[in-house]
Every structure is written in structure tokens, then in C-alpha cells.
């Protein structure tokens, strides 16, 4: 997947965006509709209408990184309407959706706190 993600928050644009846009525009995208700080370490997800191509927009010390995935064939699950413009989603679930499953896996183990064993 992604190297260097870690514990960075994963938002995805409900819907679909206008990928003609390059980092500009979508660093707009997240300050002006969303209301978030593009220059954040936390990734942004969009998605076309066709559900065939993805950008992830990502600030990184310095400078933005820009991630496109084209598929060859078949769709991602992209949510279509949630009660906001964006979603926010576990980097795992982000894994699931690039692999083209539902953000929503109900039989996948939820993450659990540690027990202490005496």
C-alpha cells in the first residue's frame, strides 16, 4: 500500500470528484469545502465518477505527494452520500477499499485493547 502511513487520519470525498484536478485544486478542494488543512500529515481520498480511478493527496515535509491508482477493470466501493462531505476512515479500511471491498467488513476482527495478563 502506501509506504510511511501510520496513525494519519484517512479522509475520503463522499461522492465523486473531478480528477481532471491536479494538487492545486484538490488541496482547494480539502481547505475550501472540507474545511481541513491540506498541509497536514493526514491523507485525502478522491474518487471519479466512472469509480475506476482513485488520488490520494498527502503533505510531506516539504511538498505534496499526489497517488493515482487506475483500474484495469472492475469499480472501487466507493461511499456515494454520507452525512458530510468527507469520511473518515481507518487506514485499514482505506486497504480494504484499494482492494475493492466495502469500507464496511462486518466479520473482520475489531481492533481490541490490550489485557493484562497476570
Known sequence: MLSGVGNERVYLS???TDLR???DGLAGVVQECFELDPFSSDLFVFCNK???RLKILRWQ???FWLYIRR???GK???PMSADSDTLEVSGRELGWLLDGLS???EKAHRKAAPKLVI
Do not use: M, P
Request: proline share 0%.
Open 61 to 63: 515535509h516539504n511538498g
Open 14 to 16: 463522499v461522492g465523486f
Open 50 to 52: 466512472s469509480r475506476d
Open 71 to 73: 483500474l484495469e477493470s
Open 21 to 23: 484536478k491536479a494538487i
Open 76 to 78: 472501487f466501493n466507493w
Open 103 to 105: 469500507i464496511k467488513q
